[in-house]
């Protein structure tokens, strides 16, 4: 990412995330990591069951590591980690510990 790109980033966390979500370079990511995951919840898919996703989820919360927002892989230390993983609502929603009864249901993604 440019310093540009994390700028912009950090802006829309502070002041409108709909805009992160809606912005080109985002859209591409999703795009591309639905596309590298075959369009299945990598979760799922880790439990034997084919499931289609509907989210990217980043790995590296967004609100914590804007530097992170569009890329693929980023490196901790010396080691490559996946940033963006495909999921499906469910999924996500446990990744974030939500339930139907904490009200929390909607993702900031899905707004």
């Given amino acids: 990412m440019t310093k540009e790109d994390i700028a912009y ?5 502070e002041n409108d995330i709909h805009r992160f979500y809606t912005w080109s370079k985002w859209l591409k990511a999703r795009e591309e990591t639905l596309k590298a995951d075959r369009g299945e919840c990598q979760d799922c898919k880790h439990r034997g069951v084919i499931t289609k996703a509907t989210t990217v989820h980043h790995n590296f919360f967004l609100k914590q590591y804007p530097e992170y927002a569009i890329e693929q892989y980023c490196y901790v230390g010396n080691k490559r980690k996946r940033n963006l993983v495909s999921l499906c609502h469910s999924c ?3 990744r974030h510990k939500r339930t139907r009864e904490s009200k929390e249901w909607l993702t900031e993604e899905k707004w």
Avoid: D, L, S
Wanted: with cysteine; proline share 0%; charged share 25%.
């Fill in 9 to 13: 980033t950090a802006w829309c966390i």
């Fill in 92 to 94: 996500h929603e446990k």
